[in-house]
């Protein structure tokens, strides 16, 4: 619920600050938006490796203390302080999408329940993105009583609440190492996790769908809605109104949509009459889910360029589908409504995407330093985030978009090349 509440209003609560005497400019907002990233792909790794030694709780409660002080930091007018809190909160980031997934698998493993985390990762996210819909209203009022700082405010009690629920509820987790006898051996390090990530093709080609699909996440989604609302708004000045805590929910309503059907079509209770499992494996789902996220961005990217970018002509497939598609899109209400369909689409994909991406990583990824592992991959995703937000200029709307949807289509090649290699293995 915190980071939810937080989300719609990132651009507007650093464009109100006024820095020198004049109001926030895009600049630094960029400036503000891209330390955040960096602090996660510096620190990522470090903290991994902290919470794989003393505790998946304990980061956890970390998240919640570092995170809060990152909210609190948007109160203040001083760029130094903002900064610091961008710099928290991109290490409260790092525990957020690592220490309670890494605390819920490896709890799993010691209760022997791990055939039912798939199951488990389906509801989570269908239950997150229900937390986010209302999320959106809430930051949408709490931003007209307080200004845009008010979604930051309200979400520290949320956090609170979070921390006091697991220092309680939880019981404490680390690094199950089983190769080493001798405790000082056993703490995980990142040279460590690097050999891991080495020696298992597979480890690698989940990790690379992480980074590549999550790279394309915040330059497709903030760019085409600014995209969308500076290209049709009727009066340019209206954009300033615009509902965010609204627009927002909407996604997250796809988002539900699409881990629903996760759940729904990997279920291990999904079984024909005579007992058979009906149900997909996640590595096929992730196929098809990712062949879809790539046709829907690059339909948006089309529908803001009129056109198949030439960062995209260079790949035979996706050029040739995506040129069909475009021969159709002549008109604005036609082209209104491929992007508006397209972001959907794609949002329903990110839905499908967090609980199959979780439970990829419980089968790949080793609990011996399965924090360290994912903070590892984190460094390529925010340095491709961090290099298209630098270079959005140059790029212009429809390269930062182009750029996503070519990050996407080479994470349905790892997803091919993983489901092969898993085939093969099942074959013997």
């Known amino acids: 619920m915190a980071d939810w509440l937080q989300g719609p209003y990132f651009y507007q609560v650093y464009a109100s600050k006024s820095f020198g005497g004049a109001t926030g400019t895009m600049t630094w907002v960029s400036r503000l938006f891209l330390t955040g990233f960096a602090s996660t792909a510096l620190f990522g790794p470090l903290v991994g490796r902290l919470c794989d030694s003393y505790g998946r709780k304990a980061g956890t409660l970390a998240f919640s203390l570092l995170y809060s002080l990152g909210a609190y930091s948007t109160k203040s007018?001083?760029?130094?302080?903002?900064?610091?809190?961008?710099?928290?909160?991109?290490?409260?980031?790092?525990?957020?999408?690592?220490?309670?997934?890494?605390?819920?698998?490896?709890?799993?493993?010691?209760?022997?329940?791990?055939?039912?985390?798939?199951?488990?990762?389906?509801?989570?996210?269908?239950?997150?993105?229900?937390?986010?819909?209302?999320?959106?209203?809430?930051?949408?009022?709490?931003?007209?009583?307080?200004?845009?700082?008010?979604?930051?405010?309200?979400?520290?009690?949320?956090?609170?609440?979070?921390?006091?629920?697991?220092?309680?509820?939880?019981?404490?987790?680390?690094?199950?190492?089983?190769?080493?006898?001798?405790?000082?051996?056993?703490?995980?390090?990142?040279?460590?996790?690097?050999?891991?990530?080495?020696?298992?093709?597979k480890i690698m080609l989940v990790g690379a769908m992480q980074s590549l699909f999550e790279s394309a996440m915040?330059?497709?989604?903030?760019?085409?809605?600014?995209?969308?609302?500076?290209?049709?708004?009727k009066d340019p000045s209206s954009a300033i109104s615009t509902p965010y805590g609204t627009v927002f929910s909407c996604f997250m309503a796809c988002c539900l949509l699409g881990s629903t059907l996760f759940g729904q079509l990997t279920s291990s209770s999904r079984v024909d009459k005579d007992g058979n499992s009906k149900s997909v494996s996640t590595e096929k789902f992730a196929v098809g889910m990712l062949s879809l996220a790539t046709l829907a961005m690059g339909s948006a990217t089309m529908s803001i360029s009129n056109g198949v970018p030439s960062i995209l002509s260079k790949i035979p497939v996706v050029s040739n589908i995506l040129g069909g598609v475009a021969s159709g899109i002549s008109s604005p209400g036609s082209i209104l409504g491929v992007l508006i369909m397209s972001l959907f689409v794609f949002e329903s994909c990110v839905g499908m995407y967090f609980p199959a991406i979780g439970t990829l990583r419980s089968k790949y990824f080793?609990?011996?330093?399965?924090?360290?592992?994912?903070?590892?991959?984190?460094?390529?995703?925010?340095?491709?985030?961090?290099?298209?937000?630098?270079?959005?200029?140059?790029?212009?709307?429809?390269?930062?978009?182009?750029v996503s949807t070519a990050a996407l289509a080479a994470a349905l090649g790892c997803s091919l090349k993983l489901t092969s290699i898993v085939n093969k293995g099942a074959s013997k």
Do not use: C
């Open 218 to 233: 915040p330059p497709a989604v903030s760019k085409a809605v600014s995209s969308y609302f500076s290209k049709f708004a």
């Open 366 to 402: 080793p609990d011996s330093h399965r924090s360290v592992v994912m903070n590892l991959f984190g460094i390529p995703l925010n340095a491709m985030v961090v290099s298209v937000f630098l270079s959005i200029e140059k790029l212009g709307v429809q390269g930062a978009l182009g």
């Open 77 to 201: 007018p001083l760029l130094g302080v903002l900064l610091m809190g961008r710099v928290l909160g991109g290490i409260g980031t790092s525990l957020l999408f690592s220490a309670p997934e890494a605390w819920l698998v490896g709890e799993a493993g010691r209760e022997g329940v791990e055939s039912s985390l798939g199951d488990t990762f389906g509801l989570a996210y269908a239950g997150d993105s229900i937390v986010a819909i209302l999320a959106g209203q809430i930051a949408g009022f709490a931003a007209s009583q307080k200004g845009p700082s008010g979604p930051f405010e309200f979400s520290v009690g949320f956090l609170i609440l979070g921390g006091l629920l697991s220092s309680v509820l939880w019981k404490e987790n680390v690094a199950n190492n089983n190769s080493s006898s001798d405790p000082k051996d056993s703490k995980p390090t990142i040279r460590d996790a690097v050999k891991v990530v080495k020696s298992d093709p």
